[in-house]
């Protein structure tokens, strides 16, 4: 296999991880065992590409948390200023779901910003274990993340790493196994 060959390769597990990470349909660490064994890429650069495809398909949902949360506000300062008037009219609309979820993260939000005032590496260190184990669910933690922390980089550098490793070990399994018979 040529040097284009395993790029493209790289590219495409890349790009699949994108998607697993926005649609769960697509099982990435289906394709942790699979790409190394067909393609004879090395396992460490299937898990990198799948670890960083994966944390960028993630963003989205770290938007998220953002813009839930700001929601949020937004419509509490919109009923605070309605209220003054001895009025309920309201300026926007944002549905229900979208104020109660933020106010959610908020609580949440408060709770773990409380055990992360020790220091941001707390939330680092809960980004990492989730994106490596899924504890808390790696789907819904960036949404949390987003919404309590301002840094995208103190997100995307411990998910990359968690998820590179987890693809990592999992693209080593299906070696480990055969070496052993």
């Keep these: 296999?040529?040097?284009?060959?395993?790029?493209?390769?790289?590219?495409?597990?890349?790009?699949?991880?994108?998607?697993?990470?926005?649609?769960?349909?697509?099982?990435t660490e289906v394709a942790a065992v699979t790409i190394p064994l067909e393609s004879h890429v090395p396992p460490l650069a299937v898990a990198l590409a799948l670890g960083l495809g994966q944390t960028v398909g993630k963003l989205?949902?770290?938007?998220?948390?953002?813009?839930?949360?700001?929601?949020?506000?937004?419509?509490?300062?919109?009923?605070?200023?309605?209220?003054?008037?001895?009025?309920?009219?309201?300026?926007?609309?944002?549905?229900?779901?979208?104020?109660?979820?933020?106010?959610?993260?908020?609580?949440?939000?408060?709770?773990?910003?409380?055990?992360?005032?020790g220091g941001r590496w707390r939330l680092m260190l809960v980004t990492f274990v989730s994106a490596a184990i899924a504890i808390p669910p790696f789907i819904v933690w960036p949404?949390?993340?987003?919404?309590?922390?301002?840094?995208?980089?103190?997100?995307?550098v411990p998910a990359v790493i968690g998820r590179t490793l987890l693809f990592l070990v999992i693209a080593l399994l299906p070696g480990l196994v055969t070496d052993g018979h």
């Design 143 to 156: 949404v949390v993340v987003g919404a309590i922390d301002r840094s995208w980089w103190r997100f995307f």
């Design 60 to 117: 989205p949902y770290w938007l998220a948390g953002r813009g839930a949360e700001r929601w949020s506000r937004l419509r509490e300062a919109a009923l605070h200023r309605d209220s003054g008037q001895g009025t309920t009219r309201r300026r926007f609309r944002v549905p229900r779901i979208f104020v109660r979820f933020g106010a959610w993260l908020r609580r949440l939000g408060d709770a773990l910003a409380d055990w992360g005032r």
């Design 1 to 27: 296999m040529t040097l284009l060959d395993q790029a493209l390769v790289l590219l495409g597990a890349f790009g699949y991880a994108v998607a697993g990470a926005i649609i769960p349909v697509f099982n």
